[in-house]
Structure formats: structure tokens, C-alpha cells
């Protein structure tokens, strides 16, 4: 949090730096607060200028956003960000709201995808299991390490956001689908100890060892994806 004491522009030391390190600064308040940019932004002309800078809301990541907030402030951050090809943005309206909400997949999958060729680690993620899950391609798992996909998926799919479950009928019949033809491979496939058949979908990480082979990882990791990623529609429309 920014000392309310320093917003007194006098006793302000970031002024006194070179305009390219204050500009460093800005952007690195924007992704780490949006609320802490807002108030940077309110002390003098000079940090709402660089405030207002195209790079501050191409580098902001959305999901560090207090969600309890909405009005102006909401509106105004998704379109400034959206405007300014931010990747967190791209991956929320193309992967939370168009693909598995709406079911609008062919722009849905090209703004995950644009999130994902930016580096974005969600949409990596997301992208990954979307194109094994609609079109059967694992060609992009193969540039994951399991210690990321461990990283980066609980991330995903265990976000405290103000999002629900997909309940869309394609969404719903992948998981049957999946429930009908890879779960049975997971325990079928001896290629480490496993718990008791127990589980439905659900149980699936914690019922073999570490060491599992390549193939039953990835049906872990899509299993649960199906069963915790979330979606939302409710944004207001910042993409036009």
C-alpha cells in the first residue's frame, strides 16, 4: 500500500527520479495494485500522465483487481486494458466469457491465443486444455514441465473470483465424454500405485503417485480442469 503520507507531492522521492525510472515504477504499482495505481495516479499531474500511459495498462494483470469493486472504475480499467491488448484482459473476455460462457469458440480461442503467444501463463494453460479437450491436439502440453502445470493450474481453476461453474451443454458433454473413456484409462494404466477406485472424476489427484507416466498426468490435470474451471458473462462490454 502506498503511504498516504508521501501523497503530499513535496515529500514524493519518485519525482526526483529520471522520467524512464519513474515510468518503470508506475507500471510496476500497476501490476502489482490496481488500487495503488489509482491513488499514484490522484497525487499530481505528472503521475497521472504516466499513469495514463498506454504501457501501465498493457503490463496491469487483471486478476490482481479487487472484484468487490465495480462502477467507473471497473469499466474504465477493462477498456483502457482491453484497448491496449492487455493479455490478462484478452484471456478473460476470450477464455472466461466467450469460449466457455458464451460458447463463442472461434473468437473465444483467438483471443486465448493472443493472451497465450504474449507469454500469459493462464492462457497458456487454458489454451492447452482447450485445444485437448474440443480438437484433441496435445501438441502444447509438450511445452509445460509438471512443476508449472502444477503452478499455473491451480492458479486457473482455484482463482477467489466472482465467477460459476461452466454448465453449457459442450462444456458438460466433454466432461460425460471424458468420464465415460479417459477415466477408465487413469486406472487401467499400471504404471504407478493407485487408491481405491472411489472417486467420481474428482479424487483424481490424489490417487497415484508422483511418478505417474506421461500419459496419466495429462489425464489428471484435464480431469480437473473439468471439474474447477469457472466462467463468468456479466462484464460490461469493454471490447467495443
Wanted: a neutral charge; proline letters at 4%; hydrophobic letters at 40%.
Amino acid at each position: 500500500m502506498i503511504n498516504r503520507n508521501l501523497l503530499k507531492i513535496e515529500q514524493f522521492p519518485i519525482l526526483s527520479l529520471p522520467t524512464e525510472v519513474q515510468g518503470l515504477v508506475v507500471k510496476r504499482v500497476a501490476h502489482n495494485s490496481f488500487e495503488d495505481l489509482f491513488r499514484l495516479r490522484a497525487t499530481c499531474k505528472a503521475m497521472r500522465s504516466l499513469a495514463d500511459d498506454e504501457d501501465v495498462y498493457a503490463s496491469f494483470d487483471l486478476f490482481k483487481y479487487p472484484w468487490r469493486l465495480r462502477g467507473f472504475r471497473l469499466r474504465y480499467l477493462l477498456r483502457r486494458c482491453y484497448a491496449q491488448g492487455n493479455p490478462s484482459t484478452l484471456y478473460i473476455k476470450g477464455g472466461v466469457e466467450y469460449f466457455y460462457a458464451l460458447q463463442r469458440h472461434e473468437e473465444g480461442l483467438a483471443l486465448i491465443k493472443r493472451a497465450a503467444d504474449a507469454g500469459y501463463e493462464r492462457a497458456l494453460y487454458t489454451y492447452a486444455m482447450t485445444r485437448k479437450l474440443y480438437w484433441e491436439d496435445e501438441e502444447c502440453f509438450a511445452s509445460f514441465t509438471r512443476e508449472a502445470v502444477g503452478t499455473i493450474g491451480w492458479l486457473v481453476r482455484m482463482d477467489d473470483v466472482p465467477w460459476v461453474p461452466v454448465v453449457n451443454e459442450g462444456f458438460l458433454t466433454k466432461k460425460f465424454v471424458f468420464m465415460s473413456t479417459d477415466r477408465p484409462l487413469f486406472y487401467n494404466y499400471p504404471c504407478a500405485p493407485t487408491l481405491d477406485f472411489d472417486w467420481d472424476l474428482w479424487q483424481m489427484d490424489l490417487s497415484k503417485t508422483k511418478d505417474m507416466c506421461n500419459r496419466c498426468f495429462w489425464i489428471k490435470e484435464v480431469g480437473l480442469f473439468l471439474r474447477d474451471f469457472r466462467c463468468a458473462m456479466s462484464f460490461p462490454a469493454f471490447d467495443t
